[in-house]
């Protein structure tokens, strides 16, 4: 049993304001005398569900295709935020959380229902603390359901930094809609994109046992 946690990619889908939308063009199409269908694509490196690289906020960072991929596999835990409201403080992830271990991969649900359909400018930010904190914890990777850990009109993209002093990765736009709070398997490997600052990915979630 898999759950699909990656958002379907489509012309329509919304995407960051002013950013490259989504588009799937033929260059060549089956007739009698092509043998084959073969398509283009034109679209944002933060598109859909995707992982961040250093570079996307760094001059100095890392290119997705040099990352190590190990933060992408492994146990992980989905935690529901939906009733947080616009930032996720060390508060109230320390009263969900507590003092107990947590698994090496943290994903955040924060959305009733993810925007499938249209662009959000109010989704929930993740407070620089919170990345602090987990990544004290011995957490590699965050994930969430939302744009950015940072909010829309942030020029400073703190809680991004924060991810890269702990040596974390991020992913985000993940649809978590379906997925009940828990542990799970996290397989949500980037694209060998070099020198490329982001990577769409197809993330998966496996229950253990
Ligand atoms: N931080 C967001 C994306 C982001 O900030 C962004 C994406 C596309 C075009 C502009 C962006 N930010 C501009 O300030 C992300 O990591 O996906
Ligand atoms: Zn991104
Ligand atoms: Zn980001």
Redesign the pocket.
Known sequence: MLYDITPPLCPDMPV????TPFGVFRTWSLSGACPVNVSRLSL?T?TGA?A?APL??RPDGVGIGEVDLAPYLGPCRVLHCQDTGPLLTREILQMRLGDAPLPPRVLIRSYQRFPLGHWDDGFMAVAPEVVDWLGERGVCLIGTDT????PVN??T?EA?HAVARHGMA?L??LLLDEVPEGDYELIALPLKLMGVD?SPVRAVLRPLN
């Open positions: 960051w304001p002013g950013d944002s933060h995707h961040d996307h906020y744009a950015s850990l940072d942030s020029k993209l991004h991020i985000e736009n982001a």
